[in-house]
């Protein structure tokens, strides 16, 4: 004898409850999930970024493993007989652009990077102000075009008669190039935490601590004691239709 119609209704409507609550629960878990997902895919393409970026930064901040850095003399006359390219006007870095690392505090997902917040800021500072220095260098090296050919020529020649004007001119020059190299790129022996030299190991290994331990969040634990009272709801669900039909 099948059942009257205000039962029927009733057990569907309440076949539908439990169904609809195990799925809407299940649906929001699959959701957290690929959130959580989607944020661990997109810290990572970050991270792709900031090591292409240190990769080359590395060439400056005399980053190979065992590189001792700019270790230089105090004394003014050992310093001009070891560098003596650096009263040469004509010495040119072609530089280069950071924007990942310029610009990662305004990433969505800076809140996930505190760990690596302070060093990567620390060497975006470093290397920015290195910069600052080679393009005042170059402005100044070029700002008197005689000056320079004419200087430029007796370097080339050898010749060490120069006037007043050319002398404290190479002068200049061979303090920038000291100050770019000693101070502010720097070596093993620099007590500057802010050289380049030290900026980038800090930075590079704080990168690596964060890689070795990044990974998708994890869904929280209590997560599990929604997930059995589901599972309860559509096994319920499923039962109760099973003996609808009188299959049980």
Known sequence: MLPDIPTSVAFWAGIATLGSAAGAWFTFVATA?????????????????????????KEWASGDEGDPGYVLSTDP???????????NPSRYIFTFETPTLQRFTLSPYIRHL????????????????????????RAFATSNPALYASVFKKIKENKNALSMEEHDYLNVVFDMNLR???DLIGGEKSTDQLCLYRAYRSAKESLEQFEAKLGPDPLPSWFWILHIFAACLAVDGVWQVLRWFSLL
């Open 180 to 182: 770019m190299h000693r």
């Open 114 to 137: 505190t760990s690596v917040m302070q060093p990567l800021v620390r060497l975006n500072y470093s290397f920015r102000r290195l910069l600052d220095l080679h393009a005042d260098y």
């Open 33 to 57: 999930y690929n959130s959580r997902r989607n944020t661990y895919e997109g810290i990572r393409n970050l991270l792709v970024g900031l090591n292409v970026e240190l990769e080359f930064i």
């Open 77 to 87: 006359a050992e310093l001009v007989k070891a560098k003596p390219e650096w009263f």
